[in-house]
């Protein structure tokens, strides 16, 4: 018995409809196990039907990864503040937002920076993905122009922000920050540890 699609399939919108059910699936089971011929069955379109679009289950996947990116990406715009006055105030709401991102969406975030296949070094450096890391490497340099932060190399900034963020979303997704070892606030108390690396020491009187 076929499955039902999950959503109305309608003519000239198949490449989305691939992609939706996919990503239903992703959600449902927390994994990517499923196949083209499944995807195809639950979104009500024929076993050859997602290959008019992606050529095998890797490109499929690849393009779940980048809608996962845009997805962050607007999350992070979402969360940013009007008119921070401090470079906590700026960070702080977009940190925790990246974290919810992917606490919300545990197995979208892992097939993010899933390394099978080999792909994912050429799927970070796919320009929705830079975004993502753009949003971090604008707030640096902006910083850096104000004399908040530290004249160092940006992408060694970056870098050290990005570390400290993404492992604490996978952390806080395999519920390993418990408070008996990490304390109750364990991303504010990262990020203090962040910014005071960061900030520019205020001269000396």
């Known amino acids: 018995m076929q499955d039902a699609p999950s959503r109305p399939y309608h003519h000239g919108d ?3 409809a691939v992609i939706e059910t996919a990503l239903d699936m992703l959600r449902e089971e927390k994994g990517w196990q499923f196949t083209l011929r499944e995807v195809a069955r639950r979104a009500g379109v024929s076993h ?3 290959y008019k679009h992606f050529s095998d289950k890797a490109a ?8 996962g990116f845009d997805r962050l990406r607007e999350s992070l715009s979402a969360a940013k503040s009007e008119a921070p006055k401090t470079l906590r ?24 920076f899933s390394a099978e296949e080999g792909k994912a070094v050429g799927m970070h450096l796919n320009e929705r993905a830079l975004a993502v890391f753009d949003v971090l490497v604008e707030i640096l340099r902006r910083g850096q122009a104000a004399g908040s932060i530290r004249k160092r190399p940006i992408e060694g900034q970056a870098a050290a922000g990005w570390g400290l963020i993404h492992g604490m979303t996978m952390l806080a997704i395999d519920g390993l920050l418990v408070p008996e070892k990490v304390g109750s606030a364990p991303l504010d108390a990262a990020l203090s540890t962040l910014l005071e690396g960061l900030g520019n020491p205020a001269p000396q009187q």
């Open 14 to 16: 198949l490449r989305r």
């Open 60 to 67: 499929l996947l690849a393009e779940i990864a980048m809608v």
């Open 48 to 50: 050859a039907a997602p």
């Open 89 to 112: 105030d700026e960070i702080t709401p977009i940190a925790r937002a990246y974290v919810a991102f992917g606490t919300d969406n545990p197995a979208l975030y892992r097939l993010m």
